[in-house]
């Protein structure tokens, strides 16, 4: 079993800047792409960015291209969202996910789910 935990959710003004953080309780070969989803409410669970444990290589949502940027930090077993330039239509719940593979980055795929973590952002 893998566990996440998120933090470092909260309110914020448009334009400014949250960091989002997801404790990852061990690596498996269900970690091996780890990754972000948000759900606003009324709205589908869409995915956020996602990026290979090992490689670094990453992948983001054109809704957030620019101005997220995902990254990881083995040693501390903690995966990162940094996220500027905040928009009122970025506010959610936003879920740390695990998978076997950075593939179609879709709820059904992922193995394992944090209990998430709210983002406000007002205008």
């Known amino acids: 079993q893998v566990q996440l935990v998120e933090s470092g959710g909260g309110s914020v003004q448009a334009g400014g800047s949250l960091r989002l953080s997801c404790q990852v309780s061990?690596?498996?070969?269900?970690?091996?792409?780890m990754g972000w989803f948000r759900q606003a409410p009324g709205k589908e669970r869409e995915g956020v960015a996602r990026?290979?444990?090992?490689?670094?290589?990453?992948y983001y949502a054109d809704s957030v291209k620019g101005r997220f940027t995902i990254s990881r930090d083995k040693t501390e077993k903690t995966v990162y969202l940094e996220m500027n330039s905040l928009k009122p239509e970025d506010t959610a719940i936003y879920y740390c996910?695990?998978?076997?593979?950075?593939?179609?980055?879709?709820?059904?795929?992922?193995?394992?789910w944090g209990r998430g973590t709210q983002v406000t952002v007002s205008s």
């Open positions: 996910a695990a998978a076997p593979a950075c593939g179609p980055w879709i709820r059904d795929r992922m193995q394992y």
């Open positions: 990026q290979w444990t090992d490689s670094g290589t990453a």
């Open positions: 061990r690596y498996t070969a269900s970690t091996n792409c």
